[in-house]
């Protein structure tokens, strides 16, 4: 932003906060309420001013006076708006004296009373007094006598309030009439222009020969009617002046800037998440470190006290801006009384200041409109012709002097020992900043001249028609032209070249017809500049490029081969214990400027360049929630045209259709991938555990670590040497395993270990819902008829495909010993009663061994509900094979069947016979007795019949065999 619009800026708000104030205005409050408005202090310093006084001043829109060490400011207007601020101010300064206190004419009367009244007390009093001591006072002639006295002087009261109401009615009276004969002076002034343009309008058509002399004087008769009908309008509005109420409202409302990547971008991105007052990072204290302490319930059942960063919401695209002017505009507004409101094209013209100057714009337009869309000409502009004979002072001289513009106002600005200077003309204000001046005749001929140039350059621009060409012919024309280029031109000067090569304005699609054409190719420079160039004759479009690739990041691997690796990282995103993505906290200043260069060009629609065809590996620009960022395609489906896509700054991965992505300039491919993979040590076998994300989300994701790489360099590059992990058979596999540390306490938190605590208190116990239908398998049933059940969810997943993953890489070294089972509360036990096949099970003894030659246990299967004699050979050691496997709670739930006689004997048999081991089932949970649910079991006979109720078929069979039994 150039410095003249900084000070018109400057002059908007504070012009506003002066007039919703009441005089006198103190520059100290003014100071104050522009820090409240705008958020932040008037940029003095910034601008080259020793204090806020002097940039105001500098302004040339406001006058101050010293009253001792006080200071206050007043707005300047100029003769045409004077009268206007005269009348808000009476009728403001009027309606405050009315809302706060009683009129003057009401006072007197009120005062007359009380003193009558007092007097009357008095006078009472002394009479008691009188009666008490001289009782033969009160029948004296001189008391009656100063009766009459009293109340001749209350009739001179009244009578002399009457004469203040009349007078103060009369002096009213009056000034509504002034208002009134003013209004209606403005009106036959609107109404001559009204006709004086009408008219010559008309003589313009009738000498061009292109409107009849008939319709222009219907035009103009319907138009002199219409404007009369306003003015009786608006002169219906000045009477009721003395009635309505002026109020300025300033809204503290600042809107966001650079989409999402000002100052607190690096909070939106999960930067600073959790780590508020955290002490910078410091080194390791060593492995053995304590655990944060806390309850569990209180964790992971709370809900989240700090903003984490939204999973891929797709956002429209921003539309233009809001400018400053608008903004302003926005938080000041008034507002009229609801009784009275203002017409939309009241005629009556607010002052020429420069926060008036958009709202003024739209009233104009707004008028035009309500009078028939007719169009009144303004007087014709003297173009400016230089003429080098005259220097440009008085170049600008003249050019003000034909069009009746008022003198050339030159403002010199002090900046130590340099002089700043711009001028104002016809209210555009035309500066020669940054050059700097000795004195003020050259900054005064440097400055006008600076002047004539722009306003050559706006007349030229004035002077080029629309677009003619259709959209082939724009695209030849321009293809022609660039072909005498062959160094192509450049976007932002695309439009002054167009308009001086064809006297033509570039049609609104321009950028859209490019990227179509194949005459035309489009390649992107230094932010955020386009150059264009033209194809040689006859070739189509570029074919697409290879795959981008971009360089690897070089991690920070100590010179010594048997060195620490402790890096400082923050967490990004966590998709499992295997999977873990973190950006190097010595990078993030780089990528958070990238990420605003992104976001500084892809605010303006012609540098998003669309994708016609995805491409797998291909890395896209995508717009998110919190900014801009870069992603690579994963998979490519061609029927939807979406793709799934890896966020290489981040790590998460999302679904994106094809009009979301856009082309990545290459620019913006130079910094490698930020989010580095990490692998958890030793939590490895929680990678797919159901509860394991939660815990991971809530402890690690936004929070700044140290992570201790126990992967060397040379192991780092047997594995793939890459950064962010390699894919094979469609899964990412991490290259670099880590113990992470929280350093911000005072001592070292072990996160590794605190994870896995978590997830281990984490993860509930299996149970039924009320009244709630629910899938199972019934793997056993005991001798009193209750039921063993498995639930059929992903705990039971989990737990069935750790013990299969585990088994297999169980030997011989896996067997335990007798002090194993002294400790371990988990085993694993190797069945082969099944048909001669072994069925593995997590087991646990029923009692605690006393006997070292003991070989044979009872062990009670957890996932199962049976219990057997195992030998010792047949049992393994769990918990230091798969510590997630051998802390997750057991899955074999008791159920009891409801409303069924005792069940024993050959009941039982049937029962059994009828619901095999692991058979599909549905449950439904109907009571609780004796700390055993009361359920309902529906089975199938066969895949195609229909469910059965086991409960209704017990109570038959009962019933049957008791009926054959009284038979006999």
Known sequence: MEKQEVLGHVAKVVRALITSAKPPVELRSIVKDYMDVEGEPI????????????????????????????????????????????????????????????????????????????????????????????????WQPDYWQQQQQNRQRDQEIRKAAKRENQANAKHKQDLTDTTFQELLDNNDNIQEQFSESLQTEEQDHLYLGQIPKVVAREKQKRVVKETRDRAIKVTMRAAKLDQETISVTIENKKAPAMNGHGPSHVTANGQDKGNDGKPPLRAILGNSASQRQQDTSTVYHSPESSFRRPRHPRVMFPGPQRTTGVSVNHRLKVTPQSDAPTPAGAPITPPASPEYAQTTSAAKTTYKEDIGNVVTNPKVKVPLKYDPSFDPVSTLNLYCEAND??????????????????????????????????????????????????????????????????????????????????????????????????????????????????????????????ILFANDPGSLKPDRASITTLPQMVLPWQASEGGSHDWNMFISFCDSTKLVWARMIDQIANFEELTKQIGRQMESPHFRQKVSKLYAQEVYLVEMADGWNRVRAISVDEETR????????????????????????????????????????????????????????????????????????????ELGGSAQGVVENGKRRACLVATLYDTSTAEDIHLNDLVASRITKCTPAPSLSDGKTTPILVSHINDDGDLM????????????????????????????????????????????????????????????????????????????????????????????????????????????????????????????????????????????????????????????????????????????????????
């Open 43 to 138: 940029p003095f310093h910034r601008l080259g001013y020793s204090n806020e006084q002097e940039l105001l001043r500098a302004t040339n829109q406001f006058k101050f006076h010293h009253y001792g060490n006080q200071v206050f400011i007043k707005a300047t207007y100029n003769a045409s708006t004077a009268h206007i601020v005269r009348m808000v101010r009476e009728q403001r300064t009027s309606t405050s004296k009315s809302l706060s206190k009683p009129p003057p004419i009401a006072q007197n009367p009120i005062y007359g009373k009380r003193y009558h009244k007092q007097e009357q007390n008095t006078q009472w009093n002394h009479q008691k007094q009188d009666h008490r001591y001289c009782p033969t006072a009160y």
């Open 405 to 530: 513009f008022e003198k050339p106002a030159y403002n010199v600005f002090n900046k130590l020992r340099h002089l700043h200077c711009s001028v104002q003309i016809a209210g555009d204000v035309y500066s020669s900043y940054p050059q700097e001046f000795t004195d003020k005749e050259t900054a005064y001929q440097c400055t006008a001249k600076i002047a004539i140039q722009r306003i050559l350059h706006a007349q030229s621009h004035q002077k080029r028609s629309a677009c003619t060409f259709s959209d082939a012919e724009f695209i030849d024309g321009l293809y022609e032209e660039l072909l005498k280029h062959p160094h192509g031109i450049l976007g932002h000067k695309l439009e002054d070249w167009y308009g001086s090569t064809f006297r033509q304005h570039l049609p609104s699609h321009w950028y859209d017809l490019i990227l179509n054409s194949n005459k035309i190719r489009v390649e992107h420079g230094i932010d955020p500049r386009i």
């Open 789 to 968: 059940v498995l639930l059929r969810n992903d705990d039971l997943k989990f737990v069935e495909r750790s013990i299969a993953q585990t088994v297999a890489d169980l030997g011989e070294q896996d067997r335990v010993s007798y002090s194993d089972l002294l400790h371990d509360r988990h085993i694993f036990v190797c069945d082969e009663t099944v048909d001669g096949v072994k069925q593995w099970f997590r087991g646990r003894l029923v009692t605690r061994p006393l006997n070292p030659e003991e070989e044979t246990f009872d062990v009670y299967y957890v996932d199962d509900g049976r219990q057997r004699k195992t030998h010792i050979s047949n049992i393994y050691r769990l918990e230091a094979n798969n510590r997630a496997l051998a802390t997750f709670p057991p899955q074999a739930l008791p159920v009891r069947l409801h409303d069924v006689p005792e069940i024993g004997g050959h009941m039982l048999h049937r029962l059994r016979g009828l619901i095999p081991w692991r058979t599909e089932a549905l449950l439904k949970f109907v009571a609780k007795d004796s700390g055993k649910p009361l359920v309902n079991v529906f089975i199938r006979e066969d895949p195609e019949s229909m469910y059965m109720c086991v409960n209704i078929g017990l109570r038959l069979e009962f019933e049957m065999a008791s009926s054959l039994n009284n038979d006999i």
């Open 642 to 717: 979406s793709c799934r896509c890896h966020f290489i700054d981040f790590g998460d991965v999302g679904m994106f259709h094809l009009e979301d992505l856009f082309q990545c300039p290459p620019q913006f491919l130079v910094l490698p991938a930020q989010a580095v993979c990490l692998s958890m040590y030793a939590l490895d076998k929680f990678e797919d555990h159901p509860h394991a994300h939660k815990v991971l989300t809530k402890e690690l994701d936004g929070q700044t670590v140290v992570a201790h790489v126990l992967t060397t360099e040379k192991q780092f590059l």
